[in-house]
C-alpha cells in the first residue's frame, strides 16, 4: 500500500513541468527527480529560453532558479504573472534577503526554497504544488452520481469505476478549470501535445473515450471550433 505522500503526488502523474536553472550538475539532478512524478520535464537554462518554451507548449508547473543569464527567475515571473495568474510556481535560490522574499510572496510564488535544494524538500514542494492544482480537493463532483478522483484518475459512478488514462484525465482536468467556456481544438493540442501535434482524430477519439466514462453529455461539440465542458 502507498504512503500518503505516494498518493498526494500522484496527480503530478499526467502533468508536465518546466525547468530552469543555469547550473548543469544541479539540473541534472533536479531532473531526475521530478522525472520520478511528471509524466513530462523540460528543462531550460534561461528565462528568454522558458518564455520561448511557454509559448510553444503548455505547463502546468513551473520551477525557476532565481538569478540566470539573460532573465532572471524574478523578471520571468513578472511577465508569465501578467497572462497566467494560476500556475503553480516553485523558486530555488541561493539568496534568502527578505527582498526576495516580499517578491516572491507578491508573485504568487508556491514556495521558496533556499539552495542547496534537497530532495525532501523539493519532495515537500511538490506537495503543495498537487494541493493547489487540486483546489485542496480529493475528490471533484462532476455531477450528482458521478465524482472524479484527480489522484487516483478514477472516475466513481455509484459502485462502479474507471480508470481514465493519462490523455483523458489531462483533458478533463483541462475542461473542469475552464468551465462553461468554448475550448478550441488548438487550444487542447497545445495542452496535451505542444508542438507534437496529431490529427483532430486524436482529440475527437478522447473524447468518445471520456464521454463513454462520465456517461454523461457535459461535453459538447461545438462545430468547426472545438467543444464545451458545460456545469449546471
Request: net charge neutral; proline share 3%.
Amino acid at each position: 500500500m502507498k504512503n500518503n505522500r505516494v498518493d498526494l503526488l500522484d496527480i503530478l502523474s499526467d502533468k508536465k513541468i518546466l525547468y530552469a536553472e543555469d547550473d548543469e550538475g544541479i539540473a541534472k539532478n533536479t531532473i531526475e527527480i521530478l522525472e520520478f512524478f511528471f509524466q513530462k520535464v523540460i528543462g531550460v537554462t534561461n528565462g528568454e529560453e522558458a518564455l520561448k518554451e511557454l509559448e510553444n507548449s503548455s505547463y502546468d508547473v513551473l520551477i525557476f532558479d532565481v538569478f540566470m543569464p539573460k532573465l532572471d527567475g524574478i523578471e520571468t515571473i513578472k511577465r508569465i504573472r501578467k497572462t497566467n495568474k494560476k500556475i503553480p510556481i516553485i523558486i530555488i535560490s541561493a539568496h534568502t534577503e527578505q527582498e526576495y522574499l516580499w517578491r516572491a510572496i507578491e508573485l504568487k510564488i508556491t514556495k521558496y526554497l533556499p539552495k542547496p535544494c534537497y530532495k525532501d524538500t523539493l519532495i515537500e514542494a511538490l506537495e503543495a504544488v498537487s494541493l493547489e492544482l487540486a483546489d485542496n480537493k480529493t475528490e471533484i463532483k462532476l455531477y450528482k452520481q458521478c465524482i472524479y478522483n484527480p489522484y487516483t484518475k478514477t472516475i466513481h459512478i455509484n459502485q462502479k469505476s474507471n480508470k481514465l488514462s493519462m490523455n483523458e484525465s489531462r483533458l478533463l482536468e483541462y475542461f473542469i478549470k475552464h468551465p462553461n467556456q468554448v475550448i478550441s481544438y488548438n487550444s487542447i493540442y497545445n495542452y496535451i501535445w505542444g508542438i507534437d501535434i496529431p490529427s483532430k482524430e486524436a482529440i475527437k477519439f478522447i473524447i468518445k473515450e471520456l464521454r463513454k466514462k462520465i456517461e454523461k453529455e457535459m461535453i459538447e461539440n461545438v462545430y468547426s471550433i472545438g467543444y464545451i465542458y458545460k456545469i449546471v
